[in-house]
Structure formats: C-alpha cells, structure tokens
C-alpha cells in the first residue's frame, strides 16, 4: 500500500487510528462513488458496515498513493 508522509501523520491521530487498512483497500477497489478533481486528486467513498460510515479515500494523481482517509460524516448515499 503506497502513500504519502502526510497520511502517515494523520493515521495517527486517535480518530483516525479506529481505520483499518482492510477498509481502506475496499473502498479503492470497489467504491460507491468517484471523483476526479482539477488538481488531479481522486476521492473514492465507501460504506464501512462494521462502523455504519462512509470512508472517504483520497488518492494521489497515480489512482494508488494513499493521501488520506477519513470517515466522511457529510456524504449522504446518492450524492
């Protein structure tokens, strides 16, 4: 699993520590939505069941350099 200095950082904040790798490579491989971004960032969703949330992954230009990751409590399902 590649990914970035920053993300290492932020992995290690207590709210984001509860993330397991595992979800992390689901929500790549199988999203339930997906964004490109001007700056070339792509941001995937996926909803956690064990945690009843939706995980937010945010990839690099590559499409597999982990950025960061964090449950979105704003995404609603359909947006």
Known sequence: MKC?????Y???RPDRAL????????IIA????????SDGRIRKWGYVEE????LRVVL???GETIHNAFFDRGYKEGQ
């Open 4 to 8: 970035t200095q920053y993300f290492l």
């Open 10 to 12: 932020v992995k290690q």
């Open 60 to 62: 690099l230009e590559d």
């Open 30 to 37: 199988a999203p339930v939505k997906n964004e490109v971004h």
């Open 19 to 26: 993330i397991k790798d595992e979800w992390i490579l689901k």
């Open 51 to 54: 945690v009843g949330k939706y």
